[in-house]
């Protein structure tokens, strides 16, 4: 055994989440790939089964007040609100990402009032985020201001409304500063809408401790919650009363059921909501969270660290020199839950590496990146997915 594969060995013995992996589904791949659709909770499926059976096939629309599924969107933010420093009745689960940041970035202009017409944008922002800021910014009459996080404390002025931000960078893994770009956000007098896709599952957030007004986040990346599962909007519990939903549906009536012509929105957090939840996506989330129990969000984020830096030092080790370059920040408090290398072949180098067994993925134009999700994934995965990437970068150099 290699002195690597004897640390890895060693840093596994001493893993206090090491348990947790059996909580999941997993084989012989070393999945890295946790950043973009996270691994199966070995409970779920007969969770899910349970839902379709019972709860659909036999109590039918009983369900929806005797199976919890019409306060499952309250209940199951509940639910992630501790991973992401919130305390309860500020998160509601509902509809994509996509759909989550219209209604915030809307809802943040509308609360920033009057005289306020300027929205600030995270310039390399998963692109979803810059589409829908565009439109949300053309429908409030707004100008649309990308920029990169780092230019935001300057740009800020008695114009901004809104700023938009990704907790973590999807592409290179870089960690912003959460706690005093909110801090300067709110020196201006806007309101900031974060995005924590990458980071929600993988690192402390702390949004109230920090007072973030609204915030948006995936489920299916770090949180596990299965392909497509619904996405969360938090809204601070001193603004839900301001709050002016662009998207008011029945499902956010005060009295859903009173089928009223004239809207009036509910109180909290249910005022997020707007049609009929996914039940079923719902549900399997609400079972995949169970995974979380016992699992400090602290601990989590020493693992993902110490990870990423093992995975880095057996990378310089095993990878010939010059072949990759990595483009994630090396200093902690600057680094998500991933690492991003620059290498010119990385689509080819990804595919025979998948073929290896050593799943991460490849972004345009040359980007490979691996996700390390601290719950399912353990040091002897990272040694061997350096290791493959070694022999596959190395094999790939030698026939050019
Ligand atoms: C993954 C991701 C999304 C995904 O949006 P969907 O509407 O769920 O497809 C959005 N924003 C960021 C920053 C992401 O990383």
């Known amino acids: 055994m290699s002195e690597l594969a004897l640390r890895a060995a060693k840093l596994d013995g001493q893993d206090d989440l090491a348990g947790v992996r059996e909580r999941f589904v997993l084989d012989e791949v070393v999945y890295l790939d946790g950043n973009s659709l996270g691994a199966l909770p070995a409970h779920v499926p007969g969770r899910v089964e349970d839902v379709v059976r019972r709860q659909w096939g036999e109590l039918r629309i009983r369900s929806w007040d005797e199976s919890g599924w019409w306060t499952a969107p309250e209940r199951i933010g509940d639910r992630i609100a501790p991973l992401v420093g919130a305390a309860a009745g500020q998160i509601v689960v509902a509809d994509s990402t996509s759909v989550n940041v219209f209604k915030a970035l809307v809802g943040a202009v509308r609360l920033a009032g009057e005289g306020r017409d300027e929205i600030l944008v995270d310039a390399t922002t998963f692109p979803t985020d810059g589409y829908i800021a565009e439109s949300a910014a053309r429908l409030t009459g707004c100008a649309l201001r990308p920029l990169a996080p780092g230019e935001v404390p300057a740009a800020l002025g008695d114009r901004t409304a809104a700023v938009l931000l990704n907790h973590v960078d999807y592409r290179t893994g870089r960690l912003h500063d959460l706690p005093s770009l909110t801090a300067a956000v709110h020196a201006a007098g806007a309101v900031s809408v974060w995005d924590l896709c990458h980071s929600a599952g993988a690192l402390p957030v702390g949004l109230d401790e920090h007072g973030v ?85 602290a601990a989590v984020r020493a693992k993902s660290l110490a990870l990423t830096d093992f995975f880095l030092e057996c990378v310089e080790a095993y990878v010939p020199a010059g072949r990759v370059a990595c483009v994630t920040p090396v200093a902690h408090e600057e680094r998500g839950s991933q690492i991003a290398l620059r290498c010119a072949d990385a689509g080819d180098v990804m595919k025979r590496l998948i073929e290896r067994g050593v799943v991460g993925d490849f972004r345009q134009p040359d980007v490979l990146r691996f996700g390390f999700t601290p719950l399912y994934v353990g040091f002897a995965d990272v040694e061997r997915a350096a290791r493959v990437l070694g022999e596959v970068a190395g094999a790939a150099a030698g026939r050019s």
Not at 272 to 285: E, K, N, Q, W, Y
């Open 213 to 297: 007004d609204l915030a948006v986040g995936c489920t299916y990346k770090y949180l596990n919650g299965g392909p497509g599962s619904p996405a969360y909007l938090y809204v601070r519990r001193e603004l839900q009363d301001r709050f002016d939903s662009p998207l008011p549906g029945w499902n956010s009536h005060a009295e859903p059921f009173g089928m009223r012509s004239a809207y009036e929105p509910a109180a909290g957090a249910p005022r997020g909501r707007v049609g009929t939840p996914d039940i079923l996506s719902m549900l399997a989330l609400e079972a995949a969270l169970e995974v979380w129990e016992g699992v400090p969000v």
